[in-house]
């Protein structure tokens, strides 16, 4: 199957590109970038020299050639692509905001108009699987609402309130320098920002209501010294209080046979260049601890991305993510 | 006047050095340790050569000679100094956990019996300053403990959940090398620990009380990779929503006049080396989050107990605590 | 071909574990360890949870039945192996120290008598391919000097003096904590260390002699914040000046057909993982700066261990070792 | 005496505001910055909350009213304040490279035109302190050139080679966000640059001269994930071999009652903050590694500014730079 990333030149078209080298179906034929268009992919991603003679290319969206899509290109502009493929028979999966809410979450939330808009599958397949299952197009969700998501899932409909404390590596901020990343406002920091607005706190809320969850859900996200990762303590307020050995049925039943989701201490090195989400609960009665951890540019962008394409088109669903992850 | 370290050889011990090295009044004369006895302080603090011919001693606790002495050994150890060092007359303050609580509460959670156990002030000033002053022995709080109730403390009357997600440098965990401390285990990684039973639990519980509380109290620390600081985010639950400007003016009402509270944007670079505590808060009417960052070396252990003895002998508060911090 | 790794709690073993999991024709079947003996691979390497179920085993040398070994133990225990498995017609690589060198020098620089000597392939196969093939024993080559060697190699009959100043991720200290790798004494420090008097120096100028090389040979390693990979800068004295298109040419030629170097600007992320070399050189007539990227772990360890196994088994010489690296 | 900060936004401009902060004669009263004329220099430096009232002002040349000025300007915006500031008496400190070389090798050098040239005294004050005395206007060192000539110094003489590699904390690179100092880019890795061509060299190899030594001298300098600091690993070939004493020696009676260098194990940390350059040296009889830990922004440059400032005027050489370093 030929691939198209639209946006192959930041961190998420890199890790598509990475990912989609151990895929046995897929194949990356076209690698879309504005900036870049004309120079070799390696140029931009020197740790894939040698595997790839890809060049940049910058097609219209009416011209992209391929039998499956992936936007990787930011909010506002990944709406402009959608119809275009789909209408083309391309199926699609846009790792952008752009679908992830109902339109008028979204418009308020982001300040933009949506152009282009219609209801699509949210693809966090741990949750909501049988929605992506022969879909012809997908949103991939936010790194962010991924880890918390999962990490609190099975807990949703006991939960009072949630309260997610997360903390991100760098990457997440994505490839283009600003004083948020640069290098001495990170190092031996631990900067919170966005500390009661941030943007991916309204797909927190839908996925916990999604889960039968009435839970008051709150968010603070932290910018830590960490290249790739994100790490969310769940703080969880019980309705009733619940004992550890209860809280740990709960997620082993929650999670059966789930290939991505570990149940054990969570560790970011653990789950480095992998799809996995690391999951531990520690209850204390009315209160329970539950943390996950992803790779935020993996589970959290171009690996669910990848996991999404598989159960779209009806291969093993864990399809080119099946390389073990990096330690230490 | 003649101050003793006893148990020098540490971080806090280091940093006592280092801070009065520019106290008006105070001067380093002993600082012990069994391990390094007949050692040139600087072998050990190699930062301080040039500053200092000071030589570790391994006195008994009845033959120290000073005016003031620093008790910086662990907890267990801290209880075999206080008595013999106060029936000679020299005032003390004790930087571990041995009179931090009541006996009972103490020798629940550390395990261990408590062999001279009294009620001792202590000594968080900006909350219980009175105390300090004129006492001859007070209890220098714990790190955490710190940072979390100078977060919260100005909302505590009126908070029902607060829930204290801290993040930790590493040098809290002393300069004893562990698994815990191996430099792969630690740098691209976020660690929770003790995730619900942490011991210094207890303590925020007890300030919150102090201050008229009644919020239920949780917290869970993450070792960092960061060296130095502490910092808190705590998440509070309103008994009523509150708007911002209201808990801003109780903030800048609570601390008036305290010169180790600013209240700005909290980075750890910015109190770092220093007995700063930085603030800020941000509502959204039913949850709070107040952060504060400290250097959990300086106010939380070595500056603070500094900060305390200066209130028992009468100096000017921030005596020996003016240098300013460094950053980047 | 069943493959048992002698010493598989280490990074080293780790990683041979890691990488076999995507050989075609390797499978780990055992997995020693003194220390955890009867614990599962997942206790020690989490990363690999959901791969495999292999539990520790602690067999005697002559009791260990497998097609071939990797020995990841430190020296001195090595060599209690290698004939115990040779006699039984397990074809072995070890990764210490215990063969690299003739047995006089090995004797003196390691302080330790040798008690089953003999000569054995050295195995950098871009230096010595045809020593590997069809061996039954080879002796991998240290970390620094496999980045060492590669990056002078080309010059090394052209030079006067080579200085190789290396610096290093502090998993090649391995996984064992001492005051080296305490994070606060690693972090924001670089940390140089046998200033003069490093083992790995002697294997470096057995390799350039081996290369045809008379030059002086140097070596300073130091201890960076990095949790992987080794840079190396080889600063070379030439003996006659060489423009910058002259060494450039040497260096294409010299690595023609070579799959695991790259000629390109060395960065660690972009090698992480990969039993990758990227090497570039410039040039200012007298001297020439070349500098080597690798993962010390892979090619400096259990990659190029692996890489040997495949040439002495007639494999692919990358099997096992295709999966792209990870940036950042 | 009141001082003006040209260019006082920046991180040099900031360590000029902390360490002058605890000066007993000289008081910042002007602090200037084009791009935050008008806001409070607490908001550009927040550690400094509480210690100054300064805004930051945007006056000409001519109306910048002082007793003494520090330029920590970029070169070529220097050399338009030097004559300006000294017809009305201010004495001036550069710390830009605007006059520290001949005017023919800074133009050919730094690809510019000198439009106010004349020569001024180099204050690296351990090697050339009598021409700093009595001057009105002092040239500030480079970051590299101090930290590497002070390594070599006392071996100038006896040098056929000298090589430099350097490894310089990103603080050095300014508070400008580029993709250099995007934190992924650096964290995790070490980046050599300008690998024969730094800018640098040039007064390296002037202060070797000026110190009688004929060697070589090259220079590699590498971008590495520390904050601040200067690591200088000099490996110099000797004309003749030396032994380890006779080198210590050597370096003992050269810096003999110099304030600001401590022969000790060099530790990027022992030194942050300060304006303390560690030195140590082992020889192996032809080459001897000599290795200098500096702050970059400290004795690197705002520090030995105010080193310089004290020369000039008659104070204590290290008045308001005695405050002692903050380990860890």
Not at 126 to 154: D, H, M, Q, Y
Not at 289 to 311: F, H, P
Request: aromatic share 8%.
């Amino acid at each position: 199957m030929d691939v198209a990333i639209v946006g192959a030149s930041g961190y998420a078209g890199g890790e598509l590109i990475r990912l989609l080298m151990t895929h046995p179906e897929a194949e990356v034929t076209v690698a879309t970038s504005r900036a870049l268009e004309g120079r070799p992919v390696t140029d931009q991603h020197p740790h894939l020299r040698g595997y790839t003679d890809c060049v940049f290319t910058n097609p219209a969206a009416g011209d992209i050639e391929a039998d499956f899509a992936f936007l990787a290109v930011p909010h506002t502009a990944a709406m402009n692509y959608v119809s275009p493929l789909l209408e083309r028979g391309i199926r699609v999966v846009d790792l952008s905001a752009d679908y992830r809410l109902p339109r008028d979450v979204y418009e308020r939330i982001y300040g933009v108009s949506h152009t282009d808009w219609f209801e699509a599958p949210y693809g966090l397949p741990e949750i909501s699987r049988e929605g992506v299952k022969n879909a012809r197009f997908v949103s991939n969700p936010g790194c962010f609402p991924t880890g918390a998501t999962l990490a609190a899932a099975p807990l949703a409909p006991h939960a009072a309130h949630v309260i997610y404390d997360s903390k991100t590596g760098v990457s997440g901020a994505g490839d283009n320098p600003s004083a948020t990343t640069h290098y001495p406002n990170v190092a031996d920091g631990i900067n919170p920002y966005k500390w009661t607005s941030h943007r991916h706190l309204a797909e927190m809320k839908q996925e916990l209501a999604r889960l039968g969850s009435t839970a008051a859900c709150y968010f603070t996200p932290h910018l830590v010294p960490v290249n790739r990762g994100i790490l969310t303590t769940a703080h969880i307020l019980l309705d009733e209080p619940m004992g550890q050995e209860e809280v740990e049925a709960l997620y082993r039943e929650f999670y059966r046979g789930e290939y991505f989701v570990r149940l054990q201490r969570p560790m970011l090195s653990a789950v480095r260049g992998s799809n996995f989400c690391d999951i531990a609960v520690e209850s204390e009665g009315s209160r329970v601890v539950a943390v996950s951890a992803i790779d935020n540019l993996v589970k959290g962008a171009a690996g669910q991305a990848i996991q999404n394409m598989n159960i779209m088109c009806g291969y093993a669903e864990n399809a080119g993510l099946t390389v073990p992850p990096c330690l230490p």
